[in-house]
Structure formats: structure tokens, C-alpha cells
């Protein structure tokens, strides 16, 4: 018979993007990083792509200097157990989180994390929604999040990153969007391979690659901590019409 004390916990998910959510709201529990990489995995654990636990700004230290702006803290971790800044994704979950356990109402809604105070906006109605028409009443409305501008470092260490995948390597740019991201151009995706594994990164961030394209759509592949793989094309919007002569 197991001994193993219980958890409380809820999963959620944002874009496919799926979380284990575990309420401590007083800041009672001490998860470590193999704790939280047991329980994210996918085989033995609960599963999922992170970890998000529910705290009051004022039980967590690391966000005590946050509490006067945001009631609550998202405690992000990666699905290996370290510690992240937040997810963008993970936001919307914990906002929606807090509006379904009653503990906000719809509307603006302030949220701690470890790259600051983010601002999230949870849907009243179809005439409050990001997108007209996407939006429906109470627990379904949509939820939007500011995750304000992404930032390149100058010249320097900082901003000088090399992605190894196999026999190649590339030079790659920190973009930090709360999160850091390694942003590689290639040629041809394929030669990134699958990403199922985080490809070494010198210093290591997240990892993204794009091909080099001068196309009117290019594509882009994701490798994270937090989420194995993605990939999606990025289309830019239609140029405007050129004025009449």
C-alpha cells in the first residue's frame, strides 16, 4: 500500500499546451524540481508540459515585492522540475484557473510572475471579447494576455548564442519575451530535425528556428522546456495596395 501524501491538483491546458495546476494557495508546499519532474511525466507522473501552482503574492517570497499589484503568483516549473519566468500560455491557464475557483471575477486581472507583473483581461461577454464574436458568456470567455515587447540584448555575451543539432550549428539571437528564446534562421527546417530532446544551447535558452526565406510565408519550430515541440507557419499580414497612379 502507498504512502505517498496526496496532492490536490486540476489539469488544464492553452493551445494544446497542457499544465498540471496545483492550488497552495497559503504557500505551504515545497515542491523540488524532482518532485515536479515526476509528476510531469508523462508515463509514471500525472503528465503534462508544466507545472503551475496557485499562490497569494503575499505567501511567496519571490513575489512579496509584487503583492501591492497583483493578488496572486503563477510559481511556473518547466516539465524537468527547474524554474521558469512564466509561460505565456500558462497565464491564461492560471487566469482561468482563478476565475473558475471563484476567486476573480471577469474583466482586468493583474498576475505576479518571476518576469514581473503581467496583465491578463478575462471576457464578459461577446462585446468585451479580443475578437468580435469570439467570446461567450462566463467560464468559456476568452482570455487575453499583455506580454509586452520582446527585447534583444546589444552586442555583447548576451546576445551571442549557438544552437548545436547533431553535425550543425548555428549562431542565434536572445529574444526574451518574458522567457528566454534562442532564434536560429535556417534554410530548411528538416535540418533541425525533431527537437524531441532540447538541442545544447551555449548559454541555454529556450530554442526556436525559422528558415530563411524570401517567400511571402516562412515557418518556425519550438523547442522548450516546458513543451517538447511545436511548429507552425508565420504568415505576415498582405502587403497594401500600392496608390493609384
Given at each position: 500500500?502507498?504512502?505517498?501524501p496526496?496532492?490536490?491538483?486540476?489539469k488544464?491546458?492553452?493551445?494544446?499546451?497542457?499544465?498540471v495546476?496545483?492550488p497552495?494557495?497559503?504557500?505551504?508546499?515545497?515542491?523540488?524540481?524532482?518532485?515536479?519532474?515526476?509528476?510531469?511525466?508523462?508515463?509514471?507522473?500525472?503528465g503534462?508540459?508544466?507545472?503551475?501552482?496557485?499562490?497569494r503574492?503575499?505567501?511567496?517570497?519571490?513575489?512579496?515585492?509584487?503583492?501591492?499589484?497583483?493578488?496572486?503568483f503563477?510559481?511556473?516549473?518547466?516539465s524537468?522540475?527547474?524554474?521558469?519566468?512564466?509561460c505565456?500560455n500558462?497565464v491564461?491557464?492560471?487566469?482561468r484557473?482563478?476565475?473558475?475557483?471563484?476567486?476573480?471575477?471577469?474583466?482586468?486581472?493583474?498576475?505576479?510572475?518571476?518576469a514581473?507583473?503581467?496583465r491578463?483581461?478575462?471576457?464578459?461577454?461577446?462585446?468585451?471579447?479580443?475578437?468580435?464574436?469570439?467570446?461567450?458568456a462566463?467560464?468559456?470567455?476568452?482570455?487575453?494576455?499583455?506580454?509586452?515587447?520582446a527585447?534583444l540584448?546589444g552586442?555583447?555575451?548576451?546576445g551571442?548564442?549557438t544552437v548545436?543539432?547533431?553535425?550543425?550549428?548555428?549562431?542565434?539571437r536572445?529574444?526574451n519575451?518574458?522567457n528566454?528564446?534562442?532564434?536560429?534562421?535556417?534554410?530548411?527546417?528538416a535540418?533541425?530535425?525533431?527537437?524531441f530532446v532540447a538541442?545544447?544551447?551555449?548559454?541555454?535558452p529556450?530554442?526556436?528556428?525559422?528558415?530563411?526565406?524570401?517567400?511571402?510565408?516562412?515557418?518556425?519550430?519550438?523547442?522548450?522546456?516546458?513543451?517538447?515541440?511545436?511548429a507552425?507557419?508565420?504568415r505576415p499580414?498582405?502587403a497594401a495596395?500600392?496608390?493609384?497612379?
Amino acid at each position: 500500500m502507498s504512502t505517498a501524501p496526496r496532492l490536490a491538483f486540476l489539469k488544464g491546458h492553452g493551445t494544446e499546451n497542457d499544465f498540471v495546476i496545483v492550488p497552495d494557495l497559503d504557500g505551504r508546499l515545497e515542491l523540488s524540481a524532482a518532485t515536479v519532474a515526476r509528476i510531469c511525466d508523462r508515463r509514471a507522473g500525472i503528465g503534462g508540459d508544466g507545472l503551475i501552482r496557485v499562490v497569494r503574492s503575499s505567501a511567496h517570497p519571490e513575489a512579496l515585492a509584487m503583492a501591492d499589484q497583483a493578488e496572486w503568483f503563477m510559481d511556473y516549473r518547466n516539465s524537468d522540475g527547474s524554474i521558469a519566468e512564466m509561460c505565456g500560455n500558462g497565464v491564461r491557464v492560471f487566469a482561468r484557473y482563478l476565475q473558475r475557483a471563484g476567486l476573480v471575477e471577469a474583466g482586468d486581472l493583474a498576475i505576479a510572475t518571476r518576469a514581473g507583473v503581467r496583465r491578463a483581461h478575462i471576457a464578459k461577454d461577446a462585446g468585451d471579447a479580443a475578437r468580435p464574436g469570439e467570446a461567450t458568456a462566463g467560464s468559456d470567455a476568452p482570455i487575453t494576455v499583455v506580454m509586452g515587447e520582446a527585447t534583444l540584448p546589444g552586442p555583447g555575451p548576451d546576445g551571442e548564442i549557438t544552437v548545436t543539432v547533431g553535425d550543425h550549428s548555428w549562431p542565434a539571437r536572445n529574444v526574451n519575451m518574458g522567457n528566454p528564446h534562442a532564434v536560429a534562421f535556417v534554410d530548411d527546417l528538416a535540418e533541425a530535425g525533431e527537437l524531441f530532446v532540447a538541442p545544447p544551447c551555449a548559454p541555454r535558452p529556450r530554442t526556436r528556428t525559422a528558415p530563411t526565406s524570401n517567400s511571402s510565408s516562412t515557418a518556425a519550430r519550438a523547442m522548450s522546456r516546458c513543451a517538447c515541440m511545436s511548429a507552425a507557419p508565420v504568415r505576415p499580414a498582405p502587403a497594401a495596395p500600392a496608390p493609384a497612379p
